[in-house]
Nanobody, 123 residues
Framework: QVQLVESGGGLVQAGGSLRLSCAAS????????MGWYRQAPGKQRELVAA???????NYADSVKGRFTISRDNAENTVYLQMNSLRPEDTAVYYC?????????????????WGQGTQVTVSA
């Protein structure tokens, strides 16, 4: 069973920084991609940033230039460095891992989620 444990959330003033960590049980190399999603009250969960096993990254337009996702395979941990935080970044941030298996030439994608960590940015 895959376990993802997030940490690093908290309260910060606008313009400040936080670094989120997602520690995975087992080797993160087995995941096709890992990412961070967020969900604000009354809104749908949205992708913030993702990184593939090959190191390719993808960011939501709203965080480009401010957030950086990275992975440490030796520590089985994925990070999200968040700079220049804004009040609209306030949300619960969730770590996600995707594993893809192929059975009889049919790909199956499995998603795993952490419990979430609250990020609150005050004006």
């Amino acid at each position: 069973q895959v376990q993802l444990v997030e940490s690093g959330g908290g309260l910060v003033q606008a313009g400040g920084s936080l670094r989120l960590s997602c520690a995975a049980s087992g080797l993160i190399r087995r995941f096709a991609a890992m990412g961070w999603y967020r969900q604000a009250p009354g809104k749908q969960r949205e992708l913030v940033a993702a990184i593939t096993s090959g190191g390719t990254t993808n960011y939501a337009d709203s965080v480009k230039g401010r957030f950086t996702i990275s992975r440490d395979n030796a520590e089985n941990t994925v990070y999200l460095q968040m700079n220049s935080l804004r009040p609209e970044d306030t949300a619960v941030y969730y770590c996600n891992a995707q594993r893809v298996t192929i059975t009889q030439n049919v790909p199956y994608t499995y998603n795993y989620w952490g419990q979430g960590t609250q990020v609150t940015v005050s004006a």
